[in-house]
């Protein structure tokens, strides 16, 4: 099992930032990637960016050249680092792990279970 927790959002002017993290714990050994999701109000939840256990970087082209992903894996900590706000990036951003299951002495990365974080409210004022 895997808990997530995210830091506090915040309200921002538009043209501002913001840092979010993210704080796992539990039994990591086996992440396959971390990633954070967003759901605007009224819409559904639409994916963010994601780093996967080799560093490697994702994002959905509406963040691109504006929030940056990293990782500390000595803290089993993710971070979006968020500039350039818009008030479209209004939104609960959820914050989510993919797990492979540990079997036969190897991280299964065919079997992924995700877990979520309980999300953080970003406000971007215009």
């Known amino acids: 099992q895997v808990q997530l927790m995210e830091s506090a959002g915040g309200s921002v002017q538009a043209g501002g930032s913001l840092r979010l993290s993210c704080v796992a714990s539990g039994d990591t050994y086996c992440s396959y990637d971390m990633s954070w999701y967003r759901q605007p109000p009224g819409k559904e939840r639409e994916f963010v960016s994601t780093i996967d256990s080799h560093g490697s970087t994702t994002y959905a082209d509406f963040v691109k050249g504006r929030f940056t992903i990293s990782q500390d894996n000595a803290k089993n900590t993710v971070y979006l680092q968020m500039n350039s706000l818009k008030p479209e990036d209004t939104a609960m951003y959820y914050c989510?792990?993919?797990?492979?299951?540990?079997?036969?002495?190897?991280?299964?990365?065919?079997?992924?279970?995700?877990?979520w974080g309980e999300g953080t409210l970003v406000t971007v004022s215009s």
């Open positions: 989510k792990t993919s797990l492979a299951e540990y079997s036969g002495g190897y991280c299964r990365i065919d079997l992924l279970t995700d877990y």
